[in-house]
């Protein structure tokens, strides 16, 4: 049975940074793309950045870039999103995703992704 699970998510002041992690079972992670998404109140979910299976390259939304960084534990089955800078816009429930077959310059079809994880829920407030 194919599980990801999201953890690290907390109430964290603006300009504050965070470190999620989607760790998997029934799966190795490094076998496919895995994509972050997040989700705010009211708004639908916005993909925030991917990386590939094969070299590690990596993929962000504008929003995001230069702030955040997608890497990968592939002993520990586990791909980490590094969070930096962080604003009160970038509250939302976070989520990891795998997709077999992706086009990254496109990460953000949700259409593209097959197992999801739960989320975790990411407030910046002061």
């Known amino acids: 049975q194919v599980q990801l699970v999201e953890s690290g998510g907390a109430l964290v002041q603006p300009g504050g940074s965070l470190r999620l992690s989607c760790a998997a079972s029934g799966l190795r992670l490094d076998n496919y793309y895995i994509g972050w998404f997040r989700q705010a109140p009211g708004k639908e979910r916005e993909g925030v950045g991917c990386i590939s299976r094969s070299d590690g390259s990596t993929y962000y939304a504008d929003s995001v870039k230069g702030r955040f960084t997608i890497s990968r534990d592939n002993a520990k089955n586990t791909v980490y999103l590094q969070m930096n800078s962080l604003k009160p816009e970038d509250t939302a429930v976070y989520y990891c995703?795998?997709?077999?077959?992706?086009?990254?310059?496109?990460?953000?079809?949700?259409?593209?992704?097959?197992?999801w994880g739960q989320g975790t829920q990411v407030a910046v407030a002061s």
């Open positions: 995703a795998t997709a077999t077959y992706l086009v990254p310059s496109l990460f953000w079809v949700v259409s593209q992704y097959d197992y």
